[in-house]
């Protein structure tokens, strides 16, 4: 049976509803709060934008030169505005998300939390590609905050598949 495609706004709705779920729990992680000592803020902000293949394909080759559609990217801000609780851009793409979340055979939807989670991490200064002890760190973190009995977080199906870059 083959499944319709996942309109981009249905995504972006969804995902627009649920970035501030998960930015909600990301925060309330020690380690996540340690990481962002230096802000003073008391709110945070995050800006989301969902997009196609081709969108994705050109801002993954000219921010991190691969030119092929990728997940999610993270953009964070320079410190001083995230001091001012700006913590930066996500994007996502749509059909990247419902073609994983087929693979992992769950709802797109949870694709998209374990997404949204991911690049949170990713603008709270965590990179699972710095160190094998920061890959830990991060999927023991996406782990924590999807919850117990959920999907794999992204870095650790990650690793399953591919080996972190030196």
Not at 109 to 119: A, C, F, W, Y
Request: hydrophobic share 35%; aromatic share 6%; charged share 30%.
């Amino acid at each position: 049976m083959v499944s319709k495609p996942v309109p981009l706004k249905e995504i972006e709705t969804y995902a627009l509803s649920a970035v501030r779920r998960w930015l909600k729990r990301v925060l309330k992680e020690p380690k996540v709060r340690a990481r962002l000592a230096k802000c003073e803020a008391d709110t945070y902000q995050v800006d989301l934008s969902v997009c196609g293949n081709s969108k994705m394909s050109h801002l993954n080759g000219t921010f991190r030169k691969k030119r092929k559609p990728t997940d999610v990217l993270s953009f964070p801000t320079p410190e001083f505005f995230q001091r001012q609780g700006l913590l930066g851009d996500l994007v996502l793409c749509g059909p990247v998300a419902v073609k994983q979340a087929k693979d992992q055979r769950h709802p797109w939807k949870r694709e998209v939390d374990v997404l949204l989670v991911h690049g949170l991490l990713h603008l709270c200064h965590f990179d699972h590609e710095d160190s094998q002890k920061e890959a830990e760190l991060m999927a023991a973190l996406e782990a924590r905050v999807l919850g117990p009995g959920k999907s794999k977080g992204l870095v650790k199906r990650g690793n399953q598949t591919r080996h972190l870059k030196r």
